[in-house]
């Protein structure tokens, strides 16, 4: 009965002629009755009046609705399986009724749409922004047919027992479908948001696309979404499906086809109603929790272009390239030892030919005084034994000729048995003692004090390599072999969490679509199966291939050093800076790591994960200071355990930045007061060569040698390199402890970082100069105004460039470490200064 009654009052109360009641307008009608009779038709007596009309596009309805009546707008359109046309809806409020909003619901073929007006949408703290004017665009279900007429019905009501005046328009979007390489000009706004439709064309199957804006704020959101109904076009629902991102100027998403099934794509852009997702000002906070904030005008004028992305060929040309400059490395480091090899096998041929004596050669037998008096054993060789060794047919000492033998055959027969006989005892018991366990640094003391005193030595007034070389080779070998063990432990174990995190990063991004979780430069980031940016990757190649080359070049210098001590080289036992190669294979490990772990923090960029991008910089940082150093102290170096838990406590400080030190003045102090302390007591350390204590006289020493050396006599400080060196590396640190702690920089790991190399390069310059005589602040949607197109082949952007140069130039940094004092591997080492 009550479903009778419905129909006959909808019949009775439609104005017009009668309605042609087809089967889609009868369905309508159906879901009317029942929701009446569901919900009820109001209060006893009272009659709940439903008005249809036949409504037209284009055409603007002014109208009033009650709590007492309704209005359903029914409307159809021809829909074209070959063409494309959206359907937009437009609405405005003419009176602020907030108590009782209007319902509007919009009923179509596999969507209902449903939005109030004024429309409420909720920013941070859950703050309310009402609206009266919105428009939606209806989403167009496909259809099989060359030709269908759909239907679709604005059903208007609302609880008001006033009456709310409104308009309404219905109208076609023309251009609703997006051209490849076309811009296409709009407006939106929280309120009234816009997408349009992709179609990927034949022989395309990636696409970016592109949105700009001259408006920095409003801040807004674009989304990629697949071609479904209903289209999720609001602020507050954007997020639910599809991919997004945040955007001021610039936003840009790679779209492969393999993503969407249907070939196709919604490009849906939306205006927050807050800018504090883009990094703008935050807004007050209501008074009330049900007050409404007037949002004002957030309109925003953008641009969309959709260009085709780059193909096969490109990433294969990119890749062939990245490889060919390194692999170039490869060969002409290959082709540089091929003629050096050749180049001293002609020297040992010229210098041991048989029919050339040392008369003939122009040059005299190398004598041993030449090199100092520390032989490899720590006794001293006669004068005798030299003169008759450097006679021998041996080749280790000298140059062999014919004129000896021919004088004293017998005599040099017996004594070359001898030298042979030595040689062999002495290299079984130098294997057998290297080949104990126990042989460890502190079991003895390597310096004999029948020699001299440490403290005697190491407070002259002119040091030289010969004072802080002393102790057994053996012993400190194995010493700098640890700093290789070590960084490859470290290795290790801090880069398989790191990984097993990036691969998470990269599965929330792909499973969310939220690209503001990674920092990519979007307008060059060429994905490769599930990595977003496989560019920023590969670029890190070189620090992996330039590291593993520089490990080959350390261990062929190793085997040659090894070579001449087996041979007694007086140029490899005396002369020359002490060669340990422990550091070096440390610093090759660390540059591979760099490649390896900035790759890993390249598959999803952002603020929390920079540190593993920083870690081994510190590290190699760290290292080449401590190679520095060592070259002309090589007895009084950081050992290897105290240098890496100097480093884990930057590492640590650096995590500790990242959580606290955003504005936090606490962490600054405490950072800054160690960053000082750390630095002079480091400054004593250098200063004193080791030779201090720290005790509880400490205070007492300070004070007394103030008082001696500055107040009673004005004496200058006795080694005057060393004072400077410390008091600019102090000057530069306070520096930077001051900077820190009045700017408090956000990003405090590039921070730390400069830290590192500017202490780094203070060395570096401090040896050459005596031997002659590195933003996470802003937002993502702020990072993408900074976005750039690809600069190199298309396929690499700047920032891979970077990667190229830096690697390169690492591995020349390392290169010149390694080689800096070759010039000195004929110079005794009692007279090569220590600096």
């Known amino acids: 009965m009550v479903l009778r009654s419905c129909w006959k009052s909808r019949h009775k109360n439609s104005s017009g002629p009668a309605p042609c009641w087809t089967r889609p307008r009868l369905a309508a009608l159906l879901w009317l009755c029942v929701t ?64 009782s909003p209007i319902l509007f619901v919009v009923r179509q073929k596999q969507a209902v749409v449903s939005f109030q007006v004024p429309l409420i949408l909720r920013g941070l703290y859950q703050r309310k922004y009402p609206y009266s004017h919105v428009g939606r665009t ?75 804006s001259e408006m920095t704020f409003p801040c807004s959101v674009m989304s990629i979404q697949d071609i479904q109904c209903p289209v999720y076009d609001l602020d507050n629902n954007v997020a639910f499906i599809g991919m997004y991102q945040t955007m001021t100027k610039k936003g840009a998403i790679t779209v492969q086809r393999k993503d969407f099934p249907s070939n196709s794509f919604y490009v849906v852009v939306v205006v927050k109603t807050e800018d ?53 490395f490869y060969l002409l480091t290959l082709l540089m030892t091929c003629l050096e090899n050749k180049r001293m096998k002609k020297r040992e041929v010229f210098q041991i030919a048989p029919d050339m004596s040392p008369a003939e050669t122009g040059k005299t037998p190398a004598s041993p005084y030449e090199y100092g008096s520390f032989a490899d054993n720590g006794s001293t060789l006669s004068s005798e034994a030299i003169t008759d060794s450097a006679t021998s047919t041996d080749n280790n000492y000298g140059y062999v000729g014919r004129e000896p033998f021919k004088r004293r055959p017998i005599l040099n027969h017996l004594h070359h048995i001898a030298i042979r006989i030595e040689q062999s005892l002495d290299s079984i018991g130098r294997s057998r003692q290297e080949s104990l366990s126990s042989v460890e640094e502190d079991d003895y003391d390597t310096l004999d004090d029948i020699n001299s005193d440490k403290n005697i030595v190491r407070t002259k007034k002119f040091l030289c390599v010969s004072d802080l070389s002393r102790k057994d080779k053996r012993i400190l070998s194995k010493k700098y072999q640890i700093y290789f063990w070590n960084i490859a432990t470290i290795a290790v174990f801090y880069a398989l969490p790191v990984v097993q995190l990036v691969i998470t990063y990269q599965t929330v991004v792909n499973v969310t679509g ?26 890190n190649l070189g620090y992996v291939l330039l590291g593993l080359l520089f490990l080959l070049i350390v261990l062929k210098r190793d085997i040659v050093h090894n070579r001449a001590l087996v041979r007694n080289d007086l140029n490899a036992l005396e002369c020359g800076i002490p060669k340990h190669f422990g550091l070096y294979y440390a610093m090759g490990t660390a540059l591979m790591m760099e490649g390896l772990l900035s790759a890993c923090y390249h598959v999803c960029p952002n603020y929390t994960n920079f540190q593993f991008d920083t870690s081994f910089m510190y590290m190699i940082a760290g290292l080449c200071m401590l190679k520095l150093y060592q070259k002309r102290h090589p007895d009084i170096n950081a050992s290897a355990y105290t240098a890496y838990a100097c480093l884990a406590g930057v590492i640590f400080f650096s995590v500790l930045g990242v959580v606290f030190g955003k504005g936090n003045t606490v962490f600054w102090i405490i950072f800054s007061v160690i960053h000082i302390l750390s630095t002079m007591l480091l400054s004593t350390q250098l200063y004193y060569m080791g030779r201090w204590r720290l005790d509880s006289g400490i205070l007492r020493r300070i004070v007394y040698v103030i008082y001696t050396d500055c107040i009673r006599q004005c004496s200058g400080p006795m080694y005057i390199d060393r004072m400077v060196l410390l008091v600019m590396g102090n000057i530069v640190n306070w520096s930077l402890a001051a900077y820190g702690l009045i700017e408090r920089p956000n990003d405090f790991a590039s921070y730390l970082l400069a830290i590192a190399i500017c202490n780094l390069l203070l060395y570096f310059a401090f040896y050459i100069i005596m031997k002659g005589l590195s933003t996470w602040q802003k937002t993502p949607a702020e990072s993408r105004e900074h976005n750039r197109d690809c600069i190199l082949l298309s396929f690499f952007d700047d920032h891979d460039i970077w990667h190229f140069l830096s690697s390169i130039a690492m591995f020349g940094s390392f290169l010149v470490l390694l080689t800096m004092d070759d010039d000195l591997d004929t110079v005794q080492r009692d007279k090569i200064l220590a600096f």
């Open 514 to 539: 939220n690209q503001d979780i990674c920092f990519y430069n979007f307008l060059c980031a060429h994905p490769l199966g599930a990595l977003s940016a496989f560019n920023n990757i590969l670029s």
């Open 138 to 212: 209806l989403c167009q279900p496909p259809t099989r047919a060359a030709s269908e007429t759909q239907y679709f019905f604005v059903d208007v009501s609302t609880l008001s027992s006033l009456g709310t005046n409104y308009q309404l328009r219905v109208s076609r979007v023309e251009s609703f479908t997006l051209q490849t390489d076309k811009k296409f000009s709009f407006t939106a706004s929280p309120s009234q948001p816009q997408y349009f439709k992709y179609v990927f064309p034949d022989g395309v199957d990636t696409v970016i696309v592109k949105v700009n």
């Open 36 to 99: 009446q009779f569901v919900c009820g038709s109001g209060a006893e007596g009272e009659t709940n009046t439903v008005i249809q009309k036949d409504a037209e596009f284009d055409v603007t309805y002014n109208d009033t609705v009650t709590s007492e009546n309704q209005t359903i707008y029914a409307f159809n359109h021809t829909v074209s399986r070959n063409k494309t046309e959206g359907v937009r809806v437009f609405v405005d409020v003419l009176s602020q009724g907030f108590e």
């Open 276 to 328: 504090e997702a883009c990094g703008g000002p935050l807004r007050f906070y209501p008074l009330r929790p049900d007050e409404l904030i007037d949002a004002g005008n957030r309109s925003k004028f953008i641009d969309v272009i959709v260009t085709p992305a780059i193909n096969s060929a490109v990433y294969v040309r990119g890749m062939l390239f990245c490889l060919g400059i390194f692999l170039s």
